[in-house]
């Protein structure tokens, strides 16, 4: 991925850590503006002196709290991972409580994360793009996967645990996490010659005979 330019100036001074309120109100304004520019134009487009101005700060304010355009980027990510998240577990606090159906739950959870993706696709897309070229990212993408599939399958297996029977319980959570999240990404990025509810609904029913007792 290209910097468009912005890369190439150097921070002359140390990376600031704020300690007081107003430098963290700004560090997260900065923050704020960097992710709606990511999400809105992409990795690509935007550059330092765009966060800046969009956060209303001096570029060299920008590098007083972000050392680069990829580090921001990752910090925008993490921050982004963070927000799924929560707003997975809104959805299933308000929306799949009353689920006693695997294959139910399964594609209301496959369903409403489509559209939480769909909403940040370019942040999404840029962040894959980006993990699988440079080790950092990579690092932090896998570390916030791995928080993901805790997280969000995690509740899907506490909640049924006592109609779940698998052989090894850490992998099915690994195998599960990986077929909603291939089959997302895929339908996200990709034309597939298939009604997409009907992937959802034979991905839900998949995993639902994968996972329940016979």
Do not use: C
């Not at 299933?92 to 399964?106: K, M, P, S, V, Y």
């Not at 928080?147 to 509740?155: D, H, L, M, R």
């Not at 291939?182 to 991905?203: A, G, N, S």
């Amino acid at each position: 991925m290209g910097s468009n330019g912005d890369l190439s100036i150097k921070n002359k001074t140390a990376i600031r850590t704020p300690v007081q309120t107003r430098a963290q109100e700004k560090r997260q304004r900065i923050l704020r503006a960097a992710y709606t520019l990511f999400s809105e134009q992409g990795f690509e487009a935007v550059g330092m002196r765009n966060i800046a101005a969009a956060a209303g700060v001096s570029i060299g304010t920008v590098y007083a709290y972000f050392t680069d355009k990829k580090t921001t980027f990752i910090e925008v990510f993490a921050l982004y991972s963070e927000e799924l998240k929560n707003g997975i577990f809104k959805h299933i606090d308000e929306g799949l409580t009353e689920h006693r159906d695997i294959e139910e739950f399964a594609y209301d959870l496959i369903r409403r994360l489509f559209d939480i993706f769909r909403n940040r696709l370019k942040l999404h897309r840029d962040v894959i793009l980006l993990s699988l070229v440079d080790d950092q990212a990579r690092s932090v993408y896998i570390a916030l996967e791995r928080q993901g599939e805790a997280a969000v399958v995690g509740v899907f297996f506490d909640r049924f645990r006592d109609r779940i029977d698998v052989a090894d319980a850490q992998a099915a959570q690994f195998i599960v996490h990986k077929a909603i999240d291939e089959i997302i990404q895929y339908l996200l990025f990709y034309e597939v010659p298939v009604d997409r509810d009907r992937v959802f609904r034979e991905t839900a029913r998949m995993i639902a005979r994968y996972l329940e007792k016979r």
